[in-house]
């Protein structure tokens, strides 16, 4: 198990950038997938990124490809989210995950740690 905290949210304006982190517990965290996902209101969560453990290959929704990077700091439990051009349609709730599974997934239920979420608003 791994424990996960997400911070970095907040209120920003279309176009404005936002870096999420998500700090995690552990001394195995080198060897789990990390993903996030985001769940705005009256709807269901939905995949956004996913990393492998290594760092060296990712998966990316659609609609952030091209905004939307992440990374990885094994040496330091964290994984971060630099989210660029924000839209008022990426306001939701942001969710850090993880999982032991190989590779990269974009299945939420796949997933079996997840963080408390960290909100952000998009406004127009």
């Known amino acids: 198990q791994v424990q996960l905290v997400e911070s970095g949210g907040g209120l920003v304006q279309a176009g404005d950038s936002l870096r999420l982190s998500c700090a995690a517990s552990?001394?195995?965290?080198?060897?789990?997938?990390m993903g996030w996902f985001r769940q705005a209101p009256g709807k269901e969560r939905e995949f956004v990124v996913s990393?492998?453990?290594?760092?060296?290959?990712?998966a990316y929704a659609d609609s952030v490809k091209g905004r939307f990077t992440t990374s990885r700091d094994n040496a330091k439990n964290t994984v971060t989210l630099q989210m660029n051009n924000l839209k008022p349609e990426d306001t939701a709730v942001y969710y850090c995950?993880?999982?032991?599974?190989?590779?990269?997934?974009?299945?939420?239920?796949?997933?079996?740690?997840w963080g408390q979420g960290t909100q952000v608003t998009v406004s127009s």
């Open positions: 990393i492998s453990w290594n760092g060296a290959t990712t």
């Open positions: 995950a993880a999982s032991m599974i190989v590779g990269v997934i974009t299945k939420a239920s796949i997933y079996d740690n």
């Open positions: 552990g001394r195995t965290f080198s060897r789990y997938a």
